[in-house]
């Protein structure tokens, strides 16, 4: 064998499975490859929008719970306002109700005073008729009397 035929006879092979290759394989190579770098910029691409999104959820979130902090501070400053609102009624109320005590015992001390007065005025009398009849040394009759006593009572 000739070392010439042999070179140019790989050489041959060699460009036959070159062009072999080319024509047959390597579409197949370069479709693979053009999805695998399809695939990865997707990826890329959706953990990139993934990142967008969980920065913008990660704003709502805040402003979220900044919204609920300030309502739940409304919620409170009303409560504070409602409790004092609910004190001020109970002071009122407990006012007024001292008021209608207040006045109730006083009722009630005038309708004593004005009972004691006239158990009084009735002893007095009593104590006068009594008096009276020691003096006059005779006894007087109550009932034949009565406008007399009567007259004595209201002057006392």
Same mark, same amino acid.
């Given at each position: 064998?000739?070392?010439?035929?042999?070179? !140019?006879?790989?050489? !041959?092979?060699?460009?036959?499975? !070159?062009?072999?290759?080319?024509?047959?394989?390597?579409?197949?190579?370069?479709?693979?490859?053009?999805?695998?770098?399809?695939?990865?910029a997707d990826g890329l691409a959706a953990?990139?929008?993934?990142?967008? &999104?969980?920065e913008e959820a990660s704003q709502s979130a805040d402003q979220t719970i900044a919204e609920a902090r300030g309502r739940a501070a409304d919620i409170l400053a009303q409560t504070e306002r409602r409790a004092t609102q609910l004190i001020e009624e109970a002071k009122s109320a407990a006012k007024g109700e001292g008021?209608?005590?207040?006045? $109730?015992?006083?009722?009630?001390?005038?309708?004593e005073f004005a009972r004691a007065r006239e158990q009084l005025r009735d002893q007095v009398a009593a104590l006068a008729v009594a008096g $009276? &009849?020691?003096i006059l040394q005779r006894e007087v009759d109550a009932k034949a009397h009565s406008d007399l006593l009567e007259s004595i009572r209201g002057q006392l």
């Amino acid at each position: 064998m000739n070392i010439n035929f042999t070179l !140019i006879a790989q050489a !041959i092979m060699f460009a036959l499975f !070159i062009l072999f290759t080319m024509k047959l394989i390597w579409p197949y190579m370069l479709r693979a490859i053009e999805a695998r770098q399809k695939a990865i910029a997707d990826g890329l691409a959706a953990a990139e929008r993934g990142h967008r &999104e969980l920065e913008e959820a990660s704003q709502s979130a805040d402003q979220t719970i900044a919204e609920a902090r300030g309502r739940a501070a409304d919620i409170l400053a009303q409560t504070e306002r409602r409790a004092t609102q609910l004190i001020e009624e109970a002071k009122s109320a407990a006012k007024g109700e001292g008021e209608r005590e207040k006045a $109730a015992a006083k009722a009630e001390i005038e309708q004593e005073f004005a009972r004691a007065r006239e158990q009084l005025r009735d002893q007095v009398a009593a104590l006068a008729v009594a008096g $009276a &009849e020691k003096i006059l040394q005779r006894e007087v009759d109550a009932k034949a009397h009565s406008d007399l006593l009567e007259s004595i009572r209201g002057q006392l």
